[in-house]
């Protein structure tokens, strides 16, 4: 009898970790992200994130960075500050290690523990092993990753289409805005398709499904 | 109680100089805000002065050397000169940098000349030539009369003498960095000398000219003498452990080291001071194999020190600075301040958990690895920003708010290479594209290449071209700026600069 109770309790608070767990997994708190990008793509705490855009990016990094929290930027000598700022990303808040090298995964992972998200341009090709290794280091400090490239086993995988740029023509005008697609494509589902404004014309971003006005090259 | 001034002039550019390793006899000036700060004697010869504009300064001496200003810098070289005061005598008044007071060492060296000549010859065994030496009854006499002492030389007012020998000075000797047109309003008075401003009553003085005009003129009574607030010099406070036998990893290194940084840290609190840079050394086989500089936002714990010595030991065994076994491992306080200072704020400073991250990427990487992003003004997107090591105060940055004609409008580039990349523009004949010097060009861009990782291909559109005349008062270049965007839809801000197009940024 007693032997049975105790198997039961064990049982119980197996099925309760299980539970946990699962919750544990489903309950990762979402980043901040820019009004206008939030219909596009939400970044989860703990996963990692491929986009093929520094804009994007850039835009991807505003979003937590104005909420407060502090991000860093790995293997990306050519950083536009000034883009930066004018989405959104609180430069004071901001650590850059432009030329990592060889150490660009020590970099990342020592930046991961103080950094709500990491924007990394990973020099070459990275292996599943690294990718698991981060992914768990990910998790546990609750941040996210960004990464300007492939990245094995990424939740989600961001590209931009169809980019159009406004207010420039045939030797007038100058660019003002650009209008494009941003394709996110999750695991094998097909992928969901947004129309947005990056940058918009007040150099934001915005959703493209009504007319923004662009300024005609006077 | 007599007082002795040391005066090395012009130090602001002695100072930078010596930073570069560069000779005094070159004419050179410091520079803040485009005015001149100061400048050496050689540029004065070519009729460069004190508030001139970097534009006039270099009219009249083209081969100027332009330094900036860097307080910081000032402070630090004359803190040598300090210290070896303090071994001459105790108690230096550290007045700015380049000017420090001392009580007149008198008969110990056989009269005040005689100290003035050991003094000036200890100043002048650091390296730094032009030194000038005054004695007088207080402060503002002597600062006056090591001003008008001939290099390397001593001027001594006799006891007493200081109100006859300030009568003959011209009331410029007044003029502070402060602006507050003291000067200028004695002149257009009429008083040209300070003889003149002795004989106007002591309460008016005050009252008309501020306090410190009515402190010279309580001087030139014989009064005003202040003591001189001297320092404490700088206790012993380095941390230092040899190992005997050598150690060979870094942990047993950290291992037995920990004592002694908890004695560094310890003796530093027992001044109530906290060390905010630190320099450790670390000698293997006997001599010096790697030495770094670590800053701190907050202060060094004795964790911290032996932190930023794992990191560097680490550091050092992969880069293969340290071959041999390590035998000795130093602590020296850079910077010390008191612990007050230092006292926590009410709502916190900068993370203290994001430091000690950013910490350990500088101990992977170096001190310069990891940078913050800042804005400046300028007309290249590459201009427009800086990056300044963490930690660091940012300096010479471009004011932003000026105009910057020539600059791109918004929105900007999403990249700026820091080296423009070599590109190509070919007309709809295949020629290459030039920009003639009125701006006209030779075709219309048809097709073109940002780099040589990019493909060629058809230009979609194009804006430009907008020229910009960087720096023409010194033969800088001309270049045109140009938008293009690719049938892809990228976006990229290529420049001709009279023979060649670059990729300057991208607007990926």
Redesign the interface.
């Known amino acids: 009898m007693a032997t049975a109770l105790l198997t039961r309790t064990a049982e119980i608070d197996r099925l309760r970790e299980r539970m946990r767990r699962l919750e544990d997994c489903q309950a990762r708190p979402e980043l901040a992200a820019l009004p206008g990008l939030a219909r596009a793509v939400r970044l989860r705490a703990g996963g990692s994130y491929e986009v093929d855009?520094?804009?994007l990016?850039?835009a991807l990094l505003a979003g937590p960075s104005r909420a407060g929290a502090?991000c860093a930027v790995v293997g990306m000598?050519?950083?536009?500050?000034?883009?930066?700022?004018?989405l959104g990303v609180v430069?004071?808040r901001?650590?850059?290690?432009?030329?990592?090298?060889e150490?660009w995964l020590?970099?990342t992972a020592?930046?991961v523990?103080?950094?709500a998200l990491v924007l990394v341009r990973p020099p070459g090709r990275v292996s599943e092993s690294t990718a698991g290794r981060l992914a768990a280091r990910l998790r546990k400090r609750g941040a996210a990753l960004v990464s300007l490239g492939p990245w094995p086993r990424a939740e989600a995988s961001v590209r931009l289409a169809?980019?159009?740029?406004e207010g420039?023509?045939?030797?007038?005008?100058?660019?003002?805005?650009?209008r494009?697609t941003v394709e996110v494509r999750r695991g094998a589902a097909p992928p969901r398709r947004t129309d947005l404004w990056l940058?918009s014309p007040d150099?934001d971003v915005a959703p493209a499904g009504r007319p923004v006005a662009v300024r005609e090259v006077g | 109680m007599r007082t002795l001034v040391v005066w090395c002039p012009d130090w602001p550019v002695v100072a930078a100089l010596a930073e570069r390793d560069l000779p005094g006899h070159l004419p050179a000036a410091v520079f803040a805000a485009n005015l001149v700060q100061a400048c050496n004697g050689a540029a004065r010869e070519f009729g460069v002065r004190r508030g001139m504009r970097r534009r006039d300064a270099q009219a009249r001496c083209a081969e100027l050397l332009v330094l900036d200003q860097v307080p910081e810098r000032e402070a630090r070289a004359f803190e040598r000169v300090l210290a070896a005061l303090e071994e001459l005598r105790p108690g230096v008044a550290p007045l700015r940098p380049g000017l420090a007071a001392l009580r007149s060492p008198g008969r110990f060296y056989g009269g005040e000349p005689e100290a003035g000549a050991v003094i000036a010859e200890c100043v002048v065994g650091l390296g730094i030539r032009d030194v000038r030496i005054g004695v007088a009854d207080e402060l503002f006499t002597a600062e006056q009369a090591a001003r008008l002492a001939p290099l390397q030389e001593t001027c001594v007012v006799p006891p007493g003498e200081s109100g006859m020998f300030l009568r003959t000075l011209p009331v410029e000797v007044l003029d502070e960095a402060d602006g507050s047109g003291t000067v200028s309003l004695l002149r257009r008075l009429g008083l040209t000398t300070l003889g003149d401003l002795a004989q106007l009553p002591t309460g008016s003085v005050g009252a008309r000219f501020g306090s410190r005009a009515a402190w010279v003129h309580r001087v030139l009574h014989g009064g005003g003498a202040r003591p001189l607030s001297t320092r404490t010099p700088p206790p012993e406070l380095v941390g230092q452990v040899d190992f005997e036998p050598p150690l060979e990893s870094a942990e047993a290194v950290c291992f037995s080291a920990r004592r002694t940084a908890e004695r560094f840290v310890a003796g530093l609190a027992e001044r109530q001071l906290v060390c905010t840079e630190l320099l450790v050394g670390v000698e293997a086989d006997g001599a010096l194999a790697s030495e770094r500089r670590w800053l701190h936002p907050r202060w060094f714990t004795a964790a911290d020190v032996i932190d930023r010595l794992h990191w560097q030991l680490v550091g050092s065994l992969r880069v293969g600075d340290i071959r041999a076994a390590v035998t000795r491992v130093r602590f020296t306080p850079e910077t010390v301040v008191p612990e007050a200072d230092h006292a926590d704020g009410l709502w916190g400073g900068t993370d203290a958990r994001v430091e000690r991250g950013i910490a350990r990427v500088q101990g992977m990487l170096g001190h310069e690895a990891v940078v913050a992003p800042v804005l400046q003004g300028g007309r290249s997107p590459a201009d427009r920003q800086a990056m300044v090591p963490w930690g660091e105060r940012p300096a010479g940055l471009r004011p932003r708010e000026l105009p910057w004609p020539g600059s791109i409008p918004p929105p900007a580039p999403a990249r700026v290479f820091p080296a423009p990349w070599a590109a190509g523009v070919l007309d709809a004949a295949g020629r290459p594209v030039a920009v003639l010097d009125r701006g006209s060009m030779t075709g219309e861009p048809a097709r073109f290449r940002p780099g040589a990782a990019e493909g060629w291909q058809p230009v979609a559109a194009w804006a430009g071209p907008w020229p910009v005349d960087e720096r023409w008062w010194e033969g800088g270049r001309r270049l045109v700026r140009f938008q293009m965007v690719g049938v892809d839809g990228r976006a990229w801000l290529v420049t001709f600069d009279g023979s060649a197009w670059v990729t300057e940024a991208a607007y990926d």
């Open positions: 855009g520094a804009c990016a850039l502090w000598p050519d950083f536009g500050v000034e883009a930066a700022a004018e430069l004071e901001t650590i850059l290690v432009p030329e990592p090298g150490s020590e970099a020592a930046l523990d103080v950094a169809e980019p159009r740029w420039i023509g045939r030797g007038e005008g100058q660019l003002r805005a650009r494009l940058p150099s």
